[in-house]
Nanobody
């Protein structure tokens, strides 16, 4: 069964850090672009980072300089290190697999077809 499971969410103070991780089963993550997305209440899901199979990374302006995506192909995992957290980073965070093996990645939600269940991140003092 193809599956992705996220972990590492929780409560952080503004300015703090959290590290999210997702582990895959049923496929080799290293062959696919993997993205991290988030969805806040009442808002659309949005991409915050992606990493290609060639380990090229992309971040939107909202995450650039604060978030870092990385992969460990031996462990079949992808991590998202989030620093300098802001209240507006509060959301459910999802890890997802791009629709096909590729050497490039995007952060367009519609191009990902395997999703984890999500992990809650709350930034509050």
């Amino acid at each position: 069964e193809v599956q992705i499971v996220e972990s590492g969410g929780g409560l952080a103070q503004p300015g703090g850090s959290l590290r999210l991780s997702c582990v895959a089963s049923g496929f080799r993550m290293g062959l696919y672009p993997i993205g991290w997305f988030r969805q806040a209440p009442g808002k659309e899901r949005e991409g915050v980072a992606c990493i290609s199979s060639d380990e090229l990374t992309y971040y939107p302006d909202s995450a650039k300089g604060r978030f870092t995506i990385s992969r460990d192909n031996a462990k079949n995992t992808v991590a998202l290190q989030m620093n300098s957290l802001k209240r507006e980073d509060t959301a459910v965070y999802f890890c997802a697999r791009y629709r096909r093996p590729a050497t490039y990645g995007t952060i367009f939600v519609e191009e990902y077809n395997i999703w984890g269940q999500g992990t809650q991140v709350t930034v509050s003092s």
